[in-house]
């Protein structure tokens, strides 16, 4: 069964540094997104993209965040000066389309800012 | 704006014993709802959706799920916990008009003792 697949599981930085999370969908889905979790919080919506650009995002992704398709299999999200209170668990997802289609999740990047 | 309430935060059970967890959920017209669970250390794992139709939902693992427009509500159920049903489970709502993001629930811990 297709899955969504992230790298790395596991993100050690430095506050103020730059990282980029990455993820590769499901191939013949068309939407793309990134969530993430703070320990013990519920899971929030950042970012989704569809047709090469940004269709919704939440307050959360700020001019610290972007996000990227940069070939035909993966997706990026890029966190320009991490900030402790970024780190979370980061979540993928895919969907064949949108308007709250099923959307199929990695099994997450842990991240943790120093 | 949607919102899920899980009121349960952490439930125990006997292995072999019935399990309800409870999903409320604000929205203005029925949305798409949907049921994941995530192991410890693990992604989260679509267990059962509900789009339309039949308002009694099957799902992997031997659970369902009860969509009740008039309480606003879709719990799931399991008749028998397996102590492999431990985990984290979350109710996540979508709007089938507008829209692309999921709205989750705080989650409900499951512990399932022998």
């Known amino acids: 069964e297709p899955e969504v697949t992230q790298t790395p599981s596991h993100q050690v930085t430095q506050m103020g540094q730059e990282v980029i999370l990455r993820c590769v969908p499901i191939s013949n889905h068309l939407y793309f997104y990134w969530y993430r979790q703070i320990l013990g919080q519920k899971v929030e919506f950042l970012v989704s993209?569809?047709?090469?650009?940004?269709?919704?995002k939440s307050e959360i992704f700020d001019d610290q965040f972007s996000v990227e398709r940069p070939d035909g299999s993966n997706f990026t999200l890029k966190i320009r000066s991490t900030k402790l209170e970024d780190s979370a668990m980061y979540f993928c997802?895919?969907?064949?389309?949108?308007?709250?289609?099923?959307?199929?999740f990695g099994p997450g990047t842990r991240l943790t800012v120093l | 704006a949607q919102s899920v309430t899980q009121p349960d935060i952490h439930i125990t059970v006997s292995e072999g014993a019935s399990l309800e967890l409870r999903c409320n959920y604000s929205?203005?017209?029925?949305?798409?709802l949907f049921w994941y669970v995530q192991s410890p250390g693990q992604g989260l794992q679509l267990l059962l959706k509900?789009?339309?139709?039949?308002?009694l939902v099957q799902g992997i693992k031997g659970f369902e799920a009860e969509f009740k427009r008039s309480q606003s509500s879709f719990n799931l159920r399991k008749p028998s916990v397996h102590w492999s049903d431990a985990a984290e489970y979350f109710c996540a709502v979508a709007s089938p008009n507008t829209g692309n993001q999921f709205y989750f629930g705080t989650g409900t811990s499951l512990t399932v003792i022998p």
């Open positions: 993209f569809y047709n090469n650009e940004i269709s919704e």
């Open positions: 509900y789009f339309s139709g039949d308002t």
């Open positions: 997802a895919s969907s064949e389309r949108g308007h709250g289609d099923t959307q199929y």
């Open positions: 929205y203005g017209a029925t949305p798409y």
